[in-house]
């Protein structure tokens, strides 16, 4: 059967709190990418808004909101699907003196999909949050559902599946979308600096490559306190793209027929004998 590329624009953008100032820098690159014939636009993690202090409700934007319906407009204008990051209205509150329930609601660590038509194609909601390293992602956020079916969305002749970050640091969250169909995963993230953390960042995102014979891609922030080294990597393991710590946009092909050969050169996928079932 033949397969044709999918042109797959990397954006390794600064965010700030201004989210209108966010908006334009999507918009620009946005445009950018459409000039470089792309099909999907790939955005970090909080692309909607961030503040490396912690992200909460004051940051968050319904799906109908400005953010959301920014993406779908541009999806539209310019005929390329979308993938960024956004922060969502949560349903939990924040506990307040003694664990009581505070006043304030929690926020969603959320990833939008946009199809080229600039229909929401669907909606990932961070399962594991950023308790580790100092951080404390749950004092602010709830987590999604662990047993939410897998965001996949495709492009063209690929499928892509969509994790988030501190996801990345569970495999079975990334084996679990391949199950369900994904060939290319996608990992928007703010990931943040620190001693031996970029080292992290590309060990695993090669390790959920080569054990799931897939293509990763790894769209980091730029800026201060956030780590950017987007990554791209191949079903085998070899990188074929990597940004620096500077915003960055790029663009490049995948092609199907190296993926699917290279799953029946390595057939770990078929040989394995476990399932992953959420928690």
Request: aromatic letters at 4%; hydrophobic letters at 45%; proline letters at 7%.
């Amino acid at each position: 059967m033949t397969t044709s590329p999918v042109r797959v624009t990397v954006a390794q953008v600064a965010v700030s709190d201004d989210h209108a100032a966010n908006r334009e820098v999507v918009a620009d690159v946005a445009a950018t990418a459409a000039r470089a014939g792309a099909d999907l636009l790939v955005l970090p993690e909080y692309a909607s808004g961030y503040d490396r202090r912690g992200v909460g409700v004051e940051h968050a934007e319904p799906l109908d909101g400005p953010f959301v319906t920014h993406l779908r407009r541009l999806a539209r204008d310019h005929g390329l699907a979308v993938v960024a990051g956004t922060t969502l209205p949560g349903t939990t509150p924040v506990a307040g003196v003694d664990g009581e329930p505070g006043g304030r609601l929690r926020a969603v660590n959320a990833v939008v999909a946009v199809a080229a038509s600039g229909e929401l194609a669907g909606v990932y909601r961070k399962v594991h949050l950023y308790d580790a390293f100092g951080g404390r992602e749950s004092d602010t956020l709830e987590p999604g559902p662990a047993d939410a079916p897998p965001l996949t969305l495709a492009v063209g002749d690929l499928t892509f599946g969509v994790l988030t970050c501190y996801d990345l640091r569970f495999p079975e969250a990334a084996r679990r979308v391949v199950d369900a169909g994904a060939q290319v995963l996608l990992v928007p993230a703010a990931w943040v600096a620190g001693p031996l953390k970029a080292d992290h960042w590309r060990t695993l995102l090669r390790a959920r490559a080569i054990e799931n014979t897939a293509v990763v891609v790894g769209v980091g922030m730029a800026g201060k306190g956030v780590t950017g080294r987007s990554l791209l990597v191949g079903p085998d393991g070899v990188v074929g793209l990597e940004l620096g710590e500077e915003p960055d946009v790029r663009t490049v092909d995948l092609d199907p027929g190296p993926l699917a050969a290279e799953r029946v050169r390595n057939p770990s996928l078929a040989n394995r004998r476990y399932r992953v079932v959420p928690a």
